[in-house]
């Protein structure tokens, strides 16, 4: 996984210098979308983030009259403490913080990696530029984007030999602390300080998860019907399996007219690893899989019960809400994104998209079958350039039916 992060693939836009990491906000507040794909868990939560104070709160978004547990986060670093509150029966528990302070924004000892375009260039308020940064200290590894120049958080993902892997999306971010009281224990937490004992994150269902009624920074007026994505483009993708701990940079030719996708593993320099160029033909049930190392296809049949990936909205999708990536006020370094969803008999998808274009941003899918996957989408242009692009290799032949 550590090394897939950092697969060598052509942007659409480069410095013709590596900049120095720049210098994310200290203090900020906005809302986290995190995936723990080690403990197969995902939340959604309101966060105050203050790294000059070395200090959060997390606060879970509680779907309606539900009854499960949400927690209710305060991790003070300065004196190790973890004030955690079960919003449903306020009770508190207090306990030592075992792990050190995660940086949200660029981490202080990161490398400029690339940069990249979030939605479709030339089209304005339907796109931002991200950098990417990279650290590897001892026992952890970091990589985060965030918009460019400004450089506020959009994602990151944090690897450690004792936590796993973590993976958080950030959404409606406002610079500065706009509660005064944000970082204080609250009253449950101080009326009584008897020893507890570590508190252990509920494990939520995922699927139910991604539904949780969290507040948005903008809502229109009614419902909007679903938008209508373009039905074929081209562009970049980083794929999370996390079903199969496995994630991918990969191009992507994209035909949703005629069902059909064709992803190109994105190859390390002088790697080894096995790297396969894919074409799915749905019309024709087929799969061609060329070994970009060996040069070797293999042609396979489509299982029956496997369905088309939609990246872009889904046709059955359901308008969930707006929020807005990157920071507002910074002008050229926030997009607005629309949340759709659907729930199909074995799968279920919900996805983000620019707002009013429709272009992919991101996409989950979760099925019986297949697990739980997770794409982000870059330097997408519309149409396809290649007119061979869903061609199978001519070392690819279909065995006799």
């Known amino acids: 996984m550590k090394v897939a992060l950092l697969l060598c693939f052509a942007v659409g836009t480069v410095l013709t210098q590596q900049p120095n990491p720049c210098q994310s906000p200290g203090q900020w507040e906005g809302r986290e979308i995190r995936v723990d794909y080690s403990q197969k868990y995902e939340e959604r939560r309101r966060l105050f983030y203050d790294e000059t104070n070395k200090r959060t709160r997390t606060i879970a978004e ?39 302070f995660r940086y949200r924004g660029v981490h202080p000892n990161a490398k400029f990696e690339q940069l990249v375009s979030l939605g479709l260039t030339g089209f304005p308020g339907e796109s931002i530029q991200l950098a990417i940064f990279s650290a590897n200290e001892t026992d952890e590894f970091y ?45 449950e937490c101080t009326k009584s300080r008897r020893n507890a004992t570590s508190v252990n994150t509920p494990h939520i269902d995922m699927k139910a998860a991604i539904l949780l009624c969290l507040a948005i920074g903008a809502v229109l007026g009614q419902i909007p019907t679903p938008c209508l994505s373009p039905k074929q483009w081209e562009g970049r993708e980083i794929r999370v399996d996390y079903s199969q701990k ?17 992803t190109m593993a994105e190859v390390e320099l002088n790697s080894t690893r096995e790297f396969y160029d894919v074409i799915m033909l749905f019309k ?37 809400g707006i929020v807005s990536l990157g920071a507002a006020g910074f002008p050229g370094e926030n997009i607005d994104v629309e949340i759709f969803s659907a729930n199909e008999t074995s799968e279920y998808y919900t996805g983000l998209v620019t707002s009013p274009g429709c272009i992919p941003v991101n996409n ?11 794409s982000n989408y870059f330097d997408i242009t519309i149409g396809i350039t290649d007119p061979e692009a869903f061609v199978p290799p001519p070392n690819c032949k279909a065995p006799p039916s």
């Open 62 to 100: 509680v779907e309606f009259n539900s009854t499960r547990d949400f927690y209710d986060v305060l991790d003070i670093y300065s004196t190790n403490q973890r004030y955690s509150i079960n919003m449903r029966t306020r009770q508190c528990n207090v306990s030592t913080i075992d792990r050190p």
């Open 143 to 187: 990589t985060g984007t965030v918009t460019y120049p400004a450089c506020i958080p959009v994602t990151n993902i944090h690897i450690t030999q004792k936590y796993g892997f973590e993976h958080s999306d950030y959404f409606d971010i406002t610079a500065g602390i706009s509660d005064p009281m944000a970082f204080v224990p609250p009253q």
């Open 284 to 320: 024709e049930r087929k799969m061609y899989s060329l070994n970009r190392r060996t040069q070797q296809c293999n042609v396979t049949d489509i299982e029956p019960d496997r369905s088309f990936h939609y990246r872009g909205v889904h046709p059955n999708a359901r308008f969930e």
């Open 246 to 262: 496995y994630e991918e940079r990969r191009r992507l030719f994209y035909d949703e007219t005629n069902l059909r996708t064709h």
């Open 364 to 374: 989950y899918h979760v099925s019986q079958k297949y697990g739980f996957e997770h």
